[in-house]
T-cell receptor, first 117, second 110 residues
């Protein structure tokens, strides 16, 4: 079974803390993604990575950074957590398609519920 | 205006009913995805399609590229089908960036 594993399901952090959300996939996928999901707004892309050490900003990168030192691991970092970053965070991965634009099945983790107080 | 619109937002059905969820999009796409999210958060990919129709068990997904419209059908619905169903599209030229609809909350009562 293919698997995307997020290290923490539920976290409570204080304003100003540095927060790490870890994601590991076992499918040797090139692409990895971090999304946040908020009621009424749907899923929004924070960052994605298409290879080791490569990253691109998504739609809402402000306040976040990422790290991809190994192909299987993609970390989301909140440098100084704020209450407006309270949300559900989803990691995902997919293969790099042979043809640009072909699309590929995307696999999601179980989600990490972060509360910043 | 969101590039991906789903309807209805909420749907309640009785067990056994035939369900249809619709997705319309306004951009050129290379692929469309139907996803299922159960309470608790995890999302599962149901279908990825770029033309025609796909079937998996009681689920059927269709897409009409000319009309920029897709439907997800559930036959003989069951309470375990209760979930949020999300439509997402790969915009043309991108095999990674997905644009998501806001989801349809389906509740199937016994």
């Amino acid at each position: 079974d293919v698997k995307v594993t997020q290290s923490s399901r539920y976290l409570v952090k204080r304003t100003g803390e540095k927060v790490f959300l870890e994601c590991v996939q076992d499918m040797d996928h090139e692409n990895m993604f971090w999304y946040r999901q908020d009621p009424g707004l749907g899923l929004r892309l924070i960052y994605f990575s298409y290879d080791v050490k490569m990253k691109e900003k998504g739609d809402i990168p402000e306040g976040y950074s990422v790290s991809r030192e190994k192909k299987e691991r993609f970390s989301l970092i909140l440098e100084s957590a704020s209450t407006n970053q309270t949300s559900m965070y989803l990691c995902a991965s997919s293969e790099q398609g042979p043809i640009l634009g072909s699309g590929n099945t995307i696999y999601f983790g179980e989600g990490s519920w972060l509360t910043v107080v | 205006k969101n590039e991906v619109e789903q309807s209805p937002q909420n749907l309640t059905a009785q067990e056994g009913e035939f369900i249809t969820i619709n997705c319309s999009y306004s951009v050129g796409i290379s692929a469309l995805h139907w996803l299922q999210q159960h309470p608790g958060g995890g999302i599962v990919s149901l279908f990825m399609l770029s033309s025609g129709k796909k079937k998996h068990g009681r689920l059927i997904a269709t897409i009409n590229i000319q009309e920029k419209h897709s439907s997800l059908h559930i036959t003989a619905s069951h309470p375990r089908d209760s979930a949020v169903y999300i439509c997402a599209v790969n915009s043309g030229g991108s095999n990674y960036k997905l644009t998501f609809g806001k989801g349809t909350l389906l509740t199937v009562n016994p």
